[in-house]
T-cell receptor, first 115, second 114 residues
Framework: AQKITQTQPGMFVQEKEAVTLDCTYD???????LFWYKQPSSGEMIFLIY??????QNATEGRYSLNFQKARKSANLVISASQLGDSAMYFC????????????FGSGTRLQVQP | SQTIHQWPVTLVQPVGSPLSLECTVE??????LYWYRQAAGRGLQLLFY??????ISSEVPQNLSASRPQDRQFILSSKKLLLSDSGFYLC?????????????FGQGTRLTVV
């Protein structure tokens, strides 16, 4: 079963505007972590932000924030004040505390920032 | 500080030829190690992961195998490549134990099987 779902294959945003990238997840493990990565055309995977399942506050890292809604099992990434350099693939991922500890990735969203 | 090295960066191999991709991590001990594959424009598929020397878990039955001969070395191999083995291969590591640490990725290997 799909554990991480990203329903937006592609998104466009105007420079300087905010954009939300959607991510829903499925797990029965009470302890888990949610991650967002950015992958530019070079292929490198750049870690952006982390949210733990027990964290009360939504995570923020500079222009990135994670809108964590535990009951809905969603962990959307919000990028504020988009820049041209934000154009890339964005992946949501989850690690569960039990069983294997590997990250499970969604299919990704390609974000294009337009001037 | 910790670093991860993965090579080669690009590789073109004929069908039926063997494969060996190597990944090493520096600056940490007993890392969890992972091999992922990414098809063009797609997400990352976990192939293998390892929590210690000689301990390999396979996620997807396929033409590939992995080995961990040393604590910080992870090797992806194939005896005979198939066209479907083409893709972008990423090695990654994470600290052992907790769930709240991200995985750190190598630069990746673009494999084209011709």
């Amino acid at each position: 079963a799909q554990k991480i779902t990203q329903t937006q294959p592609g998104m466009f945003v105007q420079e300087k505007e905010a954009v939300t990238l959607d991510c829903t997840y499925d797990t029965s493990d009470p302890s888990y972590g949610l991650f967002w990565y950015k992958q530019p055309s070079s292929g490198e995977m750049i870690f952006l932000i982390y949210q733990g399942s027990y964290d009360q506050q939504n995570a923020t890292e500079g222009r990135y924030s994670l809108n964590f809604q535990k009951a809905r099992k969603s962990a959307n990434l919000v990028i504020s004040a988009s820049q041209l350099g934000d154009s890339a693939m964005y992946f949501c991922a989850m690690r569960e505390d039990t069983g294997r500890r590997a990250l499970t990735f969604g299919s990704g969203t390609r974000l294009q920032v337009q001037p | 500080s910790q670093t991860i090295h993965q090579w080669p960066v690009t590789l073109v191999q004929p069908v039926g030829s063997p494969l060996s991709l190597e990944c090493t991590v520096e600056g940490t001990s007993n890392p969890n190690l992972y091999w992922y594959r990414q098809a063009a424009g797609r997400g990352l598929q976990l192939l293998f992961y390892s929590v210690g020397i000689g301990q390999i878990s396979s996620e997807v039955p396929q033409n590939l195998s992995a080995s961990r001969p040393q604590d910080r070395q992870f090797i992806l191999s194939s005896k005979k490549l198939l066209l479907s083995d083409s893709g972008f291969y990423l090695c990654a590591w994470s600290p052992p134990g907790t769930v709240n640490t991200e995985a750190f990725f190598g630069q990746g290997t673009r494999l084209t099987v011709v």
